[in-house]
């Protein structure tokens, strides 16, 4: 049997594009190996948004040529041009992002396919890198903003938007699977069809919808925890708020706001009214106590002064976010940013790095304390002989926190995707510990 080893780098769009290609070489008759002596050709996807990213993606590419010597590399550093080729000419072949025909071409040319598809060779969900209980939907391709810092439009292009029926489809074969989570993930997740004028599309014989909130009420209805990934902060968000408030998707917000300084948003070309923000983040949580918001920053931006970086520290004690992550600028060729003056020193950027984390960590603990003595709903990532772990409604997989059970062998009833009542017995840095409250 034709044999293809696969290595997929980057973000969940990525994964998601990674899970496509396997799905179409799994219809074709491919054997997916995981060692490269078992491959007869190995398939890399890479990252190329920022440069510890392209250094992964190059690194990669390279181990794959020294252990197997048939490579073909797809992904976002693939729309780079030259970038692959000049590091390793004897690929090959490259494509860019979300271009799974060619990518299929490719292999077909150096490794012929074993045999027509027949379709029950594959499950109806695709094949998936996501354990069985979580799985990424992904509902649109590019981007439309053109933030200063960001070269991801240039490689995936501009927005387009996944027909709605085909979404909401691949949600209900998802869910009929056994998923008891969809991450809805994209580029920019809440321009949702405004590329398409908000066409109404069909589901199921219904009329829907392209939109944002039309999808997410759709999807409430599946009766599974829905998580919403990479939501730009445009006023017709507030619309959504309500649906968590109702318990019918996750009260879990995944927003980069990138800074909070007016001068340093306008050069990030990201909107600049925090004062206005912060006012719309109170007023979701007046309507959503509930709610967990989880936002990027981005430290050591060119020209970004002392006095602009505690105007990030400000909005940090002020805004009182759930989950926070935080990246040093990283000077990307090609984005409008690598051509700004005043560019921050390394060991600057990494000084306000650790700063920045520093004064979130003292507030993620102070929340994580407060949650000592309540009651949570857990789902299982993983059971162990010393632990059950699993993660709450406020934490998404692989960026947020864990919730841990000691488990010394009496929990043996509980088994990975189950949703658990737990009580909060402590905390730890950014996880939780807990007992489950079993019923009787």
Known sequence: MA????????????????????????????NVVSSYNEADLVVVNTCGFIDSAVEESLAAIGEALNENGKVIVTGCLGAKEGVIETAYPNVLGVTGPHATQEVLNLIHQYVPRPHDPFTDLVPPQGVKLTPKHYAYLKISEGCNNTCSFCIIPSMRGKLDSYPIGEVLSQAEKLVQAGVKELLVV???TAAYGSDQKYLTGFHNGRPVKTKFLDLCQELAKLDVWVRLHYVYPYPHIDDVIPLMAAGKILPYLDIPFQHASPRILKAMKRPGNVAGLLERIANWRQLCPDLAIRSTFIVGF??????????LLDFLSVAQLEKVGCFKYSDVDGADAHQLSEHIPEALKEERYHRFMQHQQAISLAKLNAKIGTNLTMIVDEVNRKFVIGRSKYDAPEIDGLIYIKNMGQYDQIQVGDILEVQIIASKDYDLYAKPILQA
């Open 3 to 30: 044999t293809i080893g696969f290595i997929s780098l980057g973000c969940p769009k990525a994964l998601v594009d990674s899970e496509i290609i396997l799905t179409h070489l799994k219809a074709a008759g491919y």
């Open 302 to 311: 060119p020209g970004e002064t002392e006095a602009d970086f505690q105007m």
């Open 186 to 188: 994209s580029q920019d």
